[in-house]
Nanobody, 128 residues
Framework: QFQLVESGGDLVQPGGSLRLSCTAS????????IGWFRQAPGKGREGVSC???????????NYADSVKGRFTISRDNAKNTVYLQMNSLKPEDTAVYYC??????????????????WGQGTQVTVSS
């Protein structure tokens, strides 16, 4: 099982932007769907965005209602990386953000049990 590594978390002011990266150590991300999840202090983990694998014919993305229009998920296959571009950040976006991989290449949902490989998380703090 390969290791997922997230990066890009930081402290940012409300209205600011961050780009999170998810990359794999020792494997390609081409054949897995990738989801981004987050967990705020004192709350459960929630799905934020997800994208099917590049070998999936569906080529779909999905977003939580709370981030639609502000967050964008994308892949850079040459860099073996999945990004989460986060714009117009709000204090309620503060959380640890995790990326996760699903062996179901065409999956684009937020059921955690569908994801079998998780990164360690990166902290995003939105505060003035």
């Amino acid at each position: 099982q390969f290791q997922l590594v997230e990066s890009g978390g930081d402290l940012v002011q409300p209205g600011g932007s961050l780009r999170l990266s998810c990359t794999a150590s020792g494997s390609t991300l081409d054949y897995v769907a990738i989801g981004w999840f987050r967990q705020a202090p004192g709350k459960g983990r929630e799905g934020v965005s997800c994208i099917t694998s590049i070998v999936s014919s569906t080529g779909r993305t999905n977003y939580a209602d709370s981030v639609k229009g502000r967050f964008t998920i994308s892949r850079d296959n040459a860099k073996n990386t999945v990004y989460l571009q986060m714009n117009s950040l709000k204090p309620e976006d503060t959380a640890v953000y995790y990326c996760a991989a699903s062996n179901t290449a065409s999956y684009y949902g937020f059921d955690e049990w569908m994801y079998n490989n998780w990164g360690q998380g990166t902290q995003v703090t939105v505060s003035s």
